[in-house]
């Protein structure tokens, strides 16, 4: 029910976009975010924007990434720049109604030094 897609390799400085694209959900009324999990740690949030499109961003990333949404192409969209080794991992897109939640399969992204 969420596709995410664009992770891929890319050099310390480089830009990536994450794309999670929802299907047989009703997207607008969902509240959106961006996890990560480098090896070896916990999931992590990084960005999140809710349905009334405030978002919220991890110390780590604020200036580097940003989240949005297009509801008419249900997808949320994480622009991350500046890239570094250390935002290195999997990154997964989960939307949430109420207690219910919604995670995407995840796409690797691999930042080299």
């Known amino acids: 029910q969420l596709q995410a897609s664009g992770g891929g390799l890319v050099q310390t400085g480089g830009s990536l976009r994450l794309s999670c694209v929802a299907s047989k959900i009703f997207f607008r009324i969902l509240d959106m975010g961006w996890y990560r999990q480098a090896p070896g740690k916990q999931r992590e949030l990084v960005a999140a924007?809710?349905?009334?499109?405030?978002?919220n961003y991890a110390d780590s990333v604020k200036g580097r990434y940003t989240i949005s949404r297009d509801n008419a192409k249900n997808t949320v969209y994480l622009q991350m720049t500046n890239l570094k080794p250390d935002d290195t991992g999997v990154y997964y897109c989960?939307?949430?109604?109420?207690?219910?939640?919604?995670w995407g399969q995840g796409t690797q992204v691999t930042v080299s030094s």
């Open positions: 924007i809710t349905n009334s499109d405030n978002t």
């Open positions: 989960k939307g949430q109604i109420a207690m219910k939640e919604y």
